[in-house]
């Protein structure tokens, strides 16, 4: 699993799977980049909400919604 985010743009989901990510995101479905901040919340749609409470829980500031980001590793156990 991963953080996922929707697109500002063509509004689809798309989700990163470097926890370390600082520079740009990339949309998966319409390629375009989009500097974190002008990522939307999959669930609420407000921008830039992903707090991030320790090194895997990130949480939404506006709706609660938390995503934890886990290895492949532990996934496919
Ligand atoms: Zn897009
Ligand atoms: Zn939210």
Do not use: Y
């Not at 520079?23 to 990522?39: A, I």
């Amino acid at each position: 699993m991963a953080v996922c985010w929707r697109c500002p743009v063509c509004s689809e989901v798309s989700c990163e799977e470097d926890v370390t990510l600082t520079g740009p995101v990339s949309c998966d479905h319409c390629d375009r980049p989009f500097p974190q901040k002008e990522t939307l919340c999959t669930v609420c749609d407000s921008p830039n909400p992903w707090a991030r409470r320790d090194s895997i829980h990130f949480l939404c500031r506006e709706c609660g919604t938390t995503q934890m980001f886990l290895s492949h590793r532990a996934q496919a156990s």
